[in-house]
């Protein structure tokens, strides 16, 4: 890993939001994995559950490297490092999306119903995961996020446009 990406202390991780260069960025693979990557990844679980999400991308807290951890209700997160979408689904649904980074607002995406994503855990064993459902919505989001995609993205001109300018008046008045 190079100083570029040098991981910021843990302590200090909060989430990023939109205007911050780093969520455009295309982030780099992990190559360190164990203890101090299974710390930040703790740290972004609790700034997940105070936020309220169901997922988080490394990105989102500063870092640029290719990882997020996706957790649905109140099962155990899951930590996807170097994550690969390997397979989709023809099927698409549209569904309600939103961003931690852009609280506030939401719009409806569509998206292939079910994925096939290898992927790494903390300490470098692979795993492969057949996704549907909010699950899959889930991994496809925060995938973006490693590639520098954002929800709104897959929304028409018109469309983003809206959203921006209604999450420039939420950000306004807070």
Same mark, same amino acid.
């Given at each position: ?13 909060? +989430? $990023?939001? &939109?205007?911050? /260069?780093?969520?455009?960025?295309? !982030?780099? =693979?992990?190559?360190?994995? %164990? ?9 972004? +679980? $609790?700034? &997940?559950?105070? /936020?309220?999400?169901?997922?988080? !991308?490394? =990105?989102?807290?500063?870092? %640029? ?110």
């Amino acid at each position: 890993m190079n100083n570029a990406n040098k991981r910021p202390p843990t302590d200090t991780l909060k +989430i $990023v939001k &939109l205007g911050d /260069a780093i969520l455009r960025q295309k !982030a780099v =693979p992990v190559t360190a994995f %164990g203890p101090e990557l299974e710390e930040i990844v703790a740290r972004m +679980i $609790v700034l &997940l559950d105070e /936020a309220q999400g169901v997922g988080l !991308a490394a =990105p989102q807290v500063g870092i %640029g490297e290719r990882f997020f951890i996706a957790r649905i209700k109140n099962e155990a997160p899951i930590v996807f490092v170097n994550p690969s979408i390997i397979g989709m689904s023809t099927e698409t649904v549209t569904s309600e999306e939103g961003c931690l980074s852009l609280s506030g607002v939401y719009a409806d995406v569509a998206r292939p119903e079910a994925v096939k994503v290898q992927a790494f855990d903390t300490r470098g064993r692979p795993f492969t995961l057949e996704c549907s459902g909010i699950l899959a919505r889930i991994v496809q989001h925060e995938n973006d996020h490693l590639d520098g995609i954002l929800f709104y993205d897959h929304l028409s001109e018109l469309k983003q446009k809206r959203l921006l300018e209604r999450y420039e008046k939420i950000a306004k008045h807070k």
